[in-house]
């Protein structure tokens, strides 16, 4: 069975973006793929996190892909820095990769701002980590948001090298053709990219100073209703189909949001709602909210309240995942002519 590798750094609470992007989407994947679900703690601290909360967080998105479906027995859950394989690949991988691709990376603009200079090392190899992480595992399916396309594009990029500059001794080896795969990003559907309720250019983010313009995860009804009910949007009714939206940033927002949560296309919810104002629409976006985060949240709350089993949890698939990473890592060691 082909494999898949996510994760989602803890960093900050949860929110619909991630909900969406990610979360969601990989329960359904269990029944067709080996499934590797990762908190990557190692990603967190390319900025500073107070080690507290890191600790809160780790164990708030692991107890969140449970919430939402994901079966702690068919997945392997675990955070990142228990698989100290994870350091080792993406050491090897700085070697890889060229300085001239990191730099290309817009997250790292955006994140870095106009103060490069004073940004950890580790947020400006962040993309390497990533590769590491995904071809540890060989994996080559990667459930993310739009946002980590271009991450995954340098994923690809490292596979190709390494295979390319290690070609004869992979083949000696006995590998016939490359080592690693060419993995694929899994990123289909409405709300891959959920914007910021206030500004409909900006995507939704953990790290963002809060206000109203994000749905997180923990929050409850009431703080849900208010937020969609506050949401920036133009003044025009729906339009009846998708076609309609373009250029309305903030009413395909919230359009795609109604769809993602309901397991409906965009055409269809129109269908439903072309004509109407936003007094309709809105309460009923409230509502679907409402309806499918509540349930998920108890179930996070429940779940991290019992640290020993979260902990038995994540001990239990970091020894899964490291079964999987030891023989390939050990591979990818006598490839680059390191000696045990
Ligand atoms: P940070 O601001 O710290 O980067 P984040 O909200 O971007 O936090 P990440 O941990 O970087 O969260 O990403 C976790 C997963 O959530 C990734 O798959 C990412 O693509 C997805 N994701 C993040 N934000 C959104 C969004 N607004 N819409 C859809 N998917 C998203
Ligand atoms: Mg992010």
Known sequence: TPRVFSGIKPSGDLHLGNYLGAIRR???????????????????????????????????????????????????????????????????????????????????????????????????????????????????????????KQHLELTRDIAKKFNHDFKKQIKALGHKGDFFPITETLATGPAMRVKSLKDGSKKMSKSDASDLSTIYMMDDADLIAKKIKRATTDADALPSEAAGLAGRLEAENLVGIYAALSNRSVDDVLGEFGGQGWGKFKPALGDLAVAVLSPIAEEMKRLVADRGEMDAILRGGAERARAIAQPIMADIRNIVGFIR
């Open 26 to 148: 990989f329960v359904p994947l269990q029944d067709t793929h080996e499934t590797i679900y990762c908190v990557v703690d190692m990603h967190a601290i390319t900025v500073w996190q107070e080690p507290e909360d890191l600790k809160r967080w780790t164990y708030e998105i692991a107890a969140a892909y449970i919430a939402a479906g994901v079966d702690p027995k068919r997945s392997i859950i675990f955070n990142q820095s228990q698989v100290m394989e994870h350091a080792e690949l993406s050491w090897i991988f700085n070697c890889v990769a060229r300085m001239g691709w990191m730099a290309r990376m817009t997250q790292f603009k955006d994140k870095a701002g106009e103060n490069s200079e004073n940004v950890s090392l580790g947020l400006f190899a962040y993309p390497s980590l990533m590769a590491a992480d995904i071809l540890l595992y060989k994996a080559t399916g990667v459930p993310v948001g739009e946002d980590q």
